[in-house]
């Protein structure tokens, strides 16, 4: 059989069978059908990879360097991808150091999911470096673990935490009067005056040398809401009229429930200034002892509500006074004229937890009461105590809520100085937000005036530290230290000292250490992810497509060729050579078919090639930007974002 027959052979088989045909159709409708199709598998990979997120992460708190024997606290909480609590986290963290493990803490979240704390005693360990090891596990979750380096030491160095006063003009904009003449008049908040709780406001009355002044002292309420009396410029309420004790000072405490306190300290003569038992001007004799005034009660610390309401007090103040302290809502009293006289103005600080611990001063091993409380009664308060170097020593646990009342806790042995209660509602670096109370831990006798000792001390130390106060006058407070130091107290007065040295001193915030946040770690790891996934599907597009394109453009010109022969055979079905001039006719007709299908063919991949590019810069645009970062280094952990 010749070749021509041959071939016609195949055509009439092909043509007769039509599984034949069918698979000869397929073959090239297959590229047609698989490119849609691989658009559409890069489209869904591409969502389904930019829907990746965090699944979880761990926020971790502990010292980062140990003493064998100490009391240490430490605190994790695990997160989910939304930064929310999981619920029902525990925790059990230890220690890895000469190749053993020692279990230190177990612990459950409380009232706010997945946050678990509590205090542990440092084991015996040799110097070096060791692991600390956050274990925390959650149900339907696998468990998380996370190991932090921590450095056993000899001894610690100390740390003075971090100097925080209020970053908001309101509190810098004061038009406090100058001082007067001849006195010098000062009024400070123990602590942090906040709108909202109690406060406990001490005025001091000294010459120019920081002697104590020897006449009454009467403080009218100009602006503002506190001890349950309403400023006003005039006839303005008395909130005290006493004598100060024998280092100046006056106490004022109650509810302070508006933004701003305006107040008038008005010092009146003394009738026989030499005379410690010297009346006012007025003529009216003294009762009670220098330096008191009318306070809330210590039950009711921090609550406003409860100390009650200006129209009691003022019902309580027009029944009489039986003294010379004069009762608040009694107004201004008629008298002789001031000595001297001074206008301080204070704005409340933006803060929403009072702290606050009674007594003032223990000895290792006695038990003090901490208390702590919200301005939003549903808010959770974290309590720390960091002892005199700023280690973070312990943390009450679980966190106080609402209202409650304060709790024991036992000064550690070994500590001695001043310990200072931190609260604050959120742990992430609270910063301005962290309420301070301090506590004076001493082995001499707290109704003792050498126990003061430390205390003037640590006043001498800080007292080029910036305030907010207006005309701080450094040498004027060296002067008055100088007279706590020579001052002959009773221990009634001590007890007052000591609250105007601790209350008095500069806020320095320790907060809790952070030793790993673990979100922008995951982040990284996401992000690397991503970045892997999307360089792979845009590979696939470019690469793929155009491998596609060439397979296609190839395909179909090697089918419109074995086209224009089987249209040539079927015109000489029997092998006849036509003439010429039907030859070129022929050939004419055919090539102009060809033309025409290798343009639709060539038009097929333009339109293939504009689909495979507008996918990818679509992709690029809506998809890939966001998440086709370069890949940051996966074992970097952050310090803890305030956010």
Do not use: C
Request: charged content about 25%; aromatic content about 4%.
């Amino acid at each position: 059989m010749s070749e021509p027959e041959k071939q016609k052979a195949e055509l009439e088989a092909v043509d007769a069978d039509p599984l034949a045909r069918g698979q000869r159709s397929l073959r090239h409708l297959l590229p047609i059908l698989l490119a849609p199709l691989a658009l559409a598998v890069a489209i869904v990979l591409s969502l389904v990879v930019s829907g990746w997120r965090v699944r979880h992460s761990v926020i971790a708190q502990v010292e980062p360097r140990w003493v064998p024997g100490e009391r240490l606290a430490a605190r994790a909480q695990l997160l989910d991808g939304e930064r929310d609590g999981i619920k029902g986290a525990t925790l059990a963290f230890a220690v890895e150091a000469g190749g053993s493990t020692y279990a230190l803490l177990d612990a459950k979240d409380g009232p706010e999911d997945g946050l678990t704390q509590g205090g542990f005693t440092v084991p015996d360990l040799a110097p070096g470096p060791a692991e600390a090891i956050f274990e925390l596990r959650a149900p339907g979750r696998e468990p998380v673990r996370e190991r932090v380096p921590v450095e056993v030491v000899a001894a610690r160095t100390d740390d003075r935490g971090e100097h925080t006063i209020s970053s908001s003009n309101l509190n810098w904009g004061d038009d406090t009067d100058p001082q007067p003449e001849k006195l010098r008049i000062n009024a400070r908040a123990l602590g942090r005056l906040l709108a909202g709780f109690d406060n406990t406001l001490m005025v001091r009355v000294t010459d120019l040398e920081g002697r104590a002044h020897a006449g009454e002292v009467e403080v009218a309420l100009l602006e503002g809401e506190f001890m349950g009396q309403v400023g006003a410029s005039e006839q303005s309420p008395v909130l005290v009229r006493a004598r100060p004790d024998r280092l100046g000072l006056l106490t004022l405490e109650g509810p302070f429930t508006s933004d701003v306190l305006a107040i008038e300290v008005r010092a009146f003569a003394a009738v026989d200034p030499g005379d410690d038992d010297a009346t006012s001007g007025s003529g009216a004799a003294s009762s009670e002892k220098p330096g008191a005034a009318p306070s809330a009660s210590a039950d009711a610390r921090g609550d406003a509500a409860s100390s009650g309401s200006a129209a009691d007090s003022k019902a309580d103040a027009s029944a009489g006074s039986d003294v010379g302290a004069t009762a608040p809502g009694d107004g201004e009293a008629e008298g002789p004229t001031p000595l001297a006289a001074r206008k301080l103005r204070m704005v409340s600080y933006a803060g929403a937890v009072r702290a606050y611990v009674e007594p003032l001063a223990a000895r290792p091993g006695e038990e003090v009461l901490l208390g702590a409380r919200p301005l939003r009664a549903k808010r959770p308060v974290y309590v720390d105590i960091h002892d005199t170097t700023g280690a973070w020593i312990d943390t009450i646990a679980p966190p106080f809520v609402g209202r409650e009342p304060p709790r024991p806790w036992v000064v550690p042995a070994g500590v001695d100085g001043v310990v200072q209660i931190e609260a604050y509602s959120f742990i992430n670096a609270p910063g301005e937000s962290a309420e301070v109370a301090r506590l004076q831990v001493t082995t001499r006798p707290s109704d003792a005036p050498a126990s003061l000792e430390p205390l003037i001390e640590l006043q001498r130390e800080r007292l080029e530290i910036p305030r907010v106060e207006k005309d701080f006058d450094a040498a004027l407070e060296r002067a008055h230290l100088d007279r706590i130091t020579k001052a002959e107290l009773s221990a009634e007065e001590v007890a007052t000292a000591r609250a105007w040295l601790l209350g008095t001193l500069p806020i320095e915030v320790h907060e809790p250490p952070a030793a790993v946040a673990t979100r922008v770690r995951e982040e990284a790891s996401v992000r690397a992810r991503k970045h892997t996934w999307n360089a792979g599907i845009r590979l696939f597009l470019l690469a793929g497509g155009g491998l596609f394109l060439l397979v296609a453009t190839i395909l179909i010109a090697r089918s419109y060729g074995r086209v224009a022969r089987a249209t040539q055979r079927a015109l000489r079905p029997d092998g006849e050579a036509p003439d010429e001039d039907a030859l070129f006719e022929e050939q004419v007709a055919i090539r102009a078919a060809q033309r025409a299908g290798l343009a639709r063919g060539a038009a097929l991949i333009v339109t293939m090639a504009l689909g495979v590019v507008l996918t990818v810069v679509v992709l690029d645009r809506l998809v890939w930007e966001f998440n086709d970062d370069a890949p940051a280094p996966a074992a970097v952990d952050a310090p803890i974002d305030p956010g």
